[in-house]
C-alpha cells in the first residue's frame, strides 16, 4: 500500500470529521492535525493550564479523525497567542503563559498524547520587543522538544535563507537538532533547507510539490487547511496532498520516492511507524 500523508492540517468549524473523510477517499492515510488557536476554541487563557483544555478537546478529535484516517496530534501553541494574551496580561504574562503551556505539551507527547508540538514566531510586524520576546517563546519550545524528544512544527515569518538560519542558530542554542523542526509552510528550497539542516514541510500548492521532488526526498507535504467556513477550501483543500502524489507517480516519479517523503520521512520525524 504506498502511504500519503498530509503533514499538516486542521480542523475546525467547516467540514471537520468531511474533511478527513474526503482525504482518505482521494488516496490519503495519514494525517498530522494540528491544534488551532486558543479562541477557535472559545478559550482565553489566563495561564498556561488553561491550553489543557485546547489539547483535550484535539486529541478527542484527533481520536475521532483516527477511525477514518491514521491521525496524529500536534498540539500548538500559535506564536500570534503573544499578540492576542499581550492585550489582556501585557507582553511579559502572554509570554510566560505561552512557555507553561509548552511545558503542557511536552508533557502530552511524552505520555504518547500527540506526536510533536508547535511554535514559531509572528508572521507579521511587531514591535522589537515583541520579536524578543517571540523568539524567546521559540527557544523554549526548542528546549522542551529536546527534553521530550520530539519534533517542533514552527509557524514562521515567510522563508528567507537568513530568517531560516538564525531560527537554525536558536535550535542550536537548544541543543536540538536542526531536523526536528520542521518548517510548516515551506517553499520548495530542498537544496538550501539540507544545507542549514531545518527540515521543510512544503505546502503543496502548485508546482511546489513536483520542484521539490526534483531536488530529492528531503522533504514532507501539507496543505495547511484550515477547515474554517469562512475561508472553505483555504489555504488548500483536503484532497490535495493524494492528488500531488498522484501527479508525481505520473509524471514517472516511482513509489519509493513516495514512500521516502511520506512515510520514512514522517517516521524519523515524530519517531512513530507508519503502516
Ligand atoms: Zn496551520
Redesign the pocket.
Known sequence: MIIVTDN?M?LYNHLRLKAVRQFRQAGGTHVLL?SLLSHHYGIFPSSGKDFRKIFDEHIRLVEKANQIARSYAVLSVHPAEITILAKKWGADRAAEIMKEALDIAGEYVADGKAVAIKSGRPHYCVSEYIWRLSNEVMLHAFQVARETGCAVQI?TESYTKEGMDEIARIADKAGLKREKVVK?FSPPQIDEFSEMGLFPSVIAIGENVVKAAKQGTRFVVET?Y?DDRERPGSVLGPKTVPRKIKELLNMGFDEDVVMKICKDNIERLYGIELE
Open positions: 499538516h486542521h494540528v509557524h510548516h495547511d484550515i
